[in-house]
T-cell receptor, first 112, second 116 residues
Framework: GENVEQHPSTLSVQEGDSAVIKCTYS??????FPWYKQELGKRPQLIID?????GEKKDQRIAVTLNKTAKHFSLHITETQPEDSAVYFC???????????FGGGTRLMVKP | GAGVSQSPSNKVTEKGKDVELRCDPI?????LYWYRQRLGQGLEFLIY????????KSGLPSDRFSAERTGESVSTLTIQRTQQEDSAVYLC??????????????FGEGSWLTVV
């Protein structure tokens, strides 16, 4: 199965600063790379994803970059706001119909 | 409904009792997942159903845990002889069949289980 690791496990930033979370994976066949956000007491929800034919994707203040050679992809949040405080999970997969393995999660705290 | 529906949303049970948790996936989603999330922890895979294929049960922590799914519809997760360490949120998720566009999964609100 896929081995997925996230770093850091916790991240504290000042409002307005940038945050970067990295996800490394083991399956070279992975071709879909989503990030999920889970606010306290809520369900995880997809916030951005990228496919293997693209190196970077941006959506307003969030972006995801992919390095397939090194088998990692990263979530970038610029101009962080308190509402960005949440746990973020990555879940790289290969669309082969296998179960999804999530990273261990990164708890982001944005201090006002 | 429009999203993944889970019931009950909250369940308090006595140690040793059996519980049944229900998940109603998004219509048309052939893949269905159960995850367990303990307080402040990550998403622990339990079981995965994909269409009519044999389910992937590799994440079930013990033989007290079982799950069923009828066709491509409702799934139930059963925990027998509950223990205090079973206390957690049980999240169900579903997705479309494997496609080129990516395997985005949609989570339900979860069933919060407390074993006392």
């Amino acid at each position: 199965g896929e081995n997925v690791e996230q770093h850091p496990s916790t991240l504290s930033v000042q409002e307005g600063d940038s945050a970067v979370i990295k996800c490394t994976y083991s399956d070279s066949a992975s071709n879909y790379f989503p990030w999920y956000k889970q606010e306290l007491g809520k369900r995880p929800q997809l916030i951005i994803d990228i496919r293997s034919n693209v190196g970077e994707k941006k959506d307003q203040r969030i972006a995801v970059t992919l390095n397939k050679t090194a088998k990692h992809f990263s979530l970038h949040i610029t101009e962080t706001q308190p509402e960005d405080s949440a746990v973020y999970f990555c879940a790289p997969n290969n669309n082969a119909g296998n179960m999804l393995t999530f990273g261990g999660g990164t708890r982001l705290m944005v201090k006002p | 409904g429009a999203g993944v529906s889970q019931s009950p949303s909250n369940k308090v049970t006595e140690k040793g009792k059996d519980v049944e948790l229900r998940c109603d996936p998004i219509s048309g989603h052939t893949a269905l997942y159960w995850y367990r999330q303990r307080l402040g922890q990550g998403l622990e895979f339990l079981i995965y159903f994909q269409g009519n294929s044999a389910p992937d049960k590799s994440g079930l922590p013990s033989d007290r845990f079982s799950a069923e799914r009828t066709g491509e519809s409702v799934s139930t997760l059963t925990i027998q002889r509950t223990q205090q360490e079973d206390s957690a949120v049980y999240l169900c998720a579903s997705s479309l069949a494997v496609t080129r566009s990516g395997n985005t999964i949609y989570f339900g609100e979860g069933s919060w289980l407390t074993v006392v």
